[in-house]
């Protein structure tokens, strides 16, 4: 049944490359969308306290140099005032220490030895309470951004009838339901752990490049720079394939969590064909492909992790020779030793810190590359949603979401047409097939004249109920849906009933969001009622109440039959014009289907029925039979 989208490019692979950047930026106008947003003002939050935190950090970073001098000096004095000041400053800043690796806060000197350069001394011993609220703003920005993208996501999703064409017309998206919900859980938390290095980085950039500039010359940021734009076209050829792989193993991934969830979902079929050893072997086999997929994974990201891990210490010995420069050119040869290591230990702190912010960035590289994938398959998503949310704007029919209150089982009703569907000329294909099941059907649905329709297997009865429904397009024709859907209009019961999540009541009530007309004794007696006349008057003692939260799958408690009078209770409840029903009653026996749609004709209802048992048509006025091959017969049933 499912047909394919827009088919991409041959060469057509993610990666880092404009349309990364494109949807990205969509995907950021999402997360921003103005100025003025609570997202905006966290992020200047954020900033706030990243610059304050790089105050702190830079004041910290000067004091080794300090002590060289004092100690050079011998000055008791300075000493005292300047060991206070380092007392409060790390105290200020080192509640807790957070990092495996020995920093030395007053050698730093011996720093790269102890810790890659991507860790300067004063960051990788301590925890600082900047840091924590700096982290709580992280955390509060990965909150409001995954609820943002979802919600987006959602709105495009749940738009009319998207979601059916997503996940059963189309295959060019795979796993949409794991898009939405761990890919964009991923991204926001991988973008949130990135967006403090990110948003600090052009400021330290500038204001340690042009420190650095004061202390070499023009060699030192030259060197730095030409050392990350090396180090930056390295990782971007490294990173390239990991954001393909990435994409593929969350695909596997996706699949592999649907084949669980199809085997939940149908157990109890499962159990009867004692398919255990079969379906353990099938989910095996995408396990298989999985974790191939993750070791292929794993092996491009170790060659990305040498080289990150390579520029990093590298990042030490240069800090050095940029360093040494002015030193053995004799630049300073007129100092004194003690001023010659205060200048050195300042020099270093600034050229370590400044390729310390190049090496950040480079670190970033794994989870840029994380960023990257998610983002892909994100944005197609959206695209795609975007895409068939514009193309359906257009007759597009009611949904759920947009019933009024006053079609609702005890309000007045809309203006009122004694017609339901008209179809002229109408051809019928299989979305995924040019075989056509219905040619030419010219058909008049109308209050009173009930229609049943019958056909072997695979002639298009419950294709016909989907052209009805808008779920699909005629291939030919025209179909007019002339009555509103929702109550007192026209209802669908599916082959397979639905159920959502909730309480009995919010069951019989679906897809209501309220409960009508008012919620009380009243309308606890109607739902009574229509669940007694639909047999499962006990259903409301096993769910304790119609309002108790239960925490079953109602499809793993109700059996066959019990969910289809469950359906024709929300019929009841719901009371449209004009039921459709494709076979909602083949597990129920004869009687039961006899009293059931008894009551629906006493409660006004026509019928729009597809069945095989003769005992519907006495409660039907026409037959169509499809015979298959596009031909069709449709006869009055003779009232005896």
């Known amino acids: 049944m499912a047909v394919r989208g827009p088919a991409p490019r041959a060469d057509a692979r993610p990666r880092l490359d404009l349309q990364f950047f494109q949807r990205f930026l969509q995907i950021q106008k999402v997360l921003f969308p103005s100025w003025s947003s609570q997202n905006a003002l966290m992020f200047l939050t954020l900033l706030c306290v990243a ?24 000055d008791l004095s300075g000493f005292k005032t300047l060991t206070f000041l380092a007392v409060v400053l790390i105290v200020l800043n080192s509640m807790v220490r957070s990092s ?35 982290q709580f703003t992280c955390n509060l920005l990965y909150v409001s951004w995954r609820k943002d993208l979802t919600e987006h996501l959602h709105r495009l999703y749940f738009r009319g009838r998207v979601y059916y064409t997503l996940n059963v017309l189309r295959d060019d998206i795979d796993n949409p339901d794991q898009r939405i919900s761990q890919d964009v859980e991923r991204f926001c938390r991988q973008l949130s752990s990135m967006a403090s290095k990110l948003i600090i980085s052009p400021f330290t950039l500038v204001y340690y490049t042009y420190q650095c500039f004061q202390s070499t010359g023009w060699l030192g940021p030259v060197s730095i720079f030409g050392y990350f734009l090396l180090g930056t076209v390295v990782n971007k050829m490294l990173m390239g394939p990991i954001v393909a792989k990435l994409v593929q ?16 979902v149908n157990a109890e079929p499962a159990a009867f064909f004692r398919a255990g050893h079969v379906e353990h072997v099938r989910t095996d086999r995408r396990l298989q492909r999985l974790l191939q997929t993750q070791r292929e994974l794993m092996s491009k990201e170790l060659w990305l992790y040498i080289g990150v891990n390579m520029f990093d210490y590298l990042g030490s010995i240069l800090s050095y020779v940029v360093i040494s420069i002015p030193i053995f050119s004799g630049i300073y040869g007129d100092l004194s030793p003690t001023e010659l290591s205060t200048l050195v230990s300042k020099n270093a702190f600034v050229c370590m810190y400044l390729i310390s912010c190049f090496t950040q960035l ?8 994380d960023v990257a994938g998610y983002t892909h398959r994100i944005g197609e998503l959206q695209e795609t949603l975007l895409d068939m949310t514009l193309k359906s704007q257009d007759g597009e029919i009611l949904d759920e979401s947009e019933w009024d209150l006053a079609r609702a089982p005890g309000w007045p009703a809309t203006e009122r047409t004694d017609t339901a569907f008209l179809l002229e000329r109408v051809c019928i294909s299989a979305p995924s097939s040019n075989k056509p099941l219905i040619k030419n059907l010219s058909l008049k649905i109308s209050e009173g004249q009930s229609l049943l329709i019958t056909g072997n297997t695979g ?19 025209s179909v007019q849906m002339l009555t509103d859907f929702g109550p007192h209009g026209v209802l669908f019961l599916p082959q397979k009933p639905f159920f959502t999540d909730g309480t009995l009541r919010e069951q019989v009530i679906y897809p209501l969001k309220e409960i009508y007309p008012d919620s009380g004794s009243a309308d606890d007696e109607r739902i009574m009622r229509f669940l007694e006349l639909a047999g499962l008057s006990g259903l409301v003692a096993r769910t304790e109440g119609l309002d108790q939260q239960v925490d079953w799958n109602w499809y793993d408690v109700l059996s066959p039959g019990e969910m289809q009078r469950l359906s024709f209770a929300r019929l009841f409840y719901l009371q449209p014009k004009y039921a459709v029903l494709d076979e909602a009653t083949s597990a129920l026996t004869e009687e039961v289907e006899s009293e059931l749609y008894r009551i629906g004709q006493q409660l006004g209802m026509t019928f729009v029925s597809v069945g095989h ?18 031909r069709w017969e449709l006869t009055r049933i003779k009232v005896e």
């Open 51 to 74: 610059l304050l935190e790089q105050l702190v950090i830079y004041r910290v970073g000067l004091i080794p140099s300090q002590y060289f001098g004092v100690l050079g000096n011998k």
């Open 100 to 134: 495996p690796c020995v920093s030395l806060p007053l050698q730093p000197s011996v720093m790269p030895l102890q810790c890659p350069v991507g860790l300067s001394h004063q960051e990788a011993g301590t925890k600082l309470w900047l840091k924590s609220f700096d």
């Open 249 to 264: 193993q969350e695909k596997l991934e996706g699949d592999f969590r649907f084949k669980h969830m199809q085997i939940r």
């Open 362 to 369: 480079i670190d970033l590289s794994t989870t840029l590359s």
């Open 459 to 477: 002639t298009g009865k419950t294709s016909l109920l989907r052209v009805l429904g808008g779920l699909w397009e005629s291939t030919w024709g």
């Open 613 to 630: 048992r003769r005992s519907l048509e006495k409660f039907h006025s026409l037959v169509l039979k499809l015979c298959g091959e596009g």
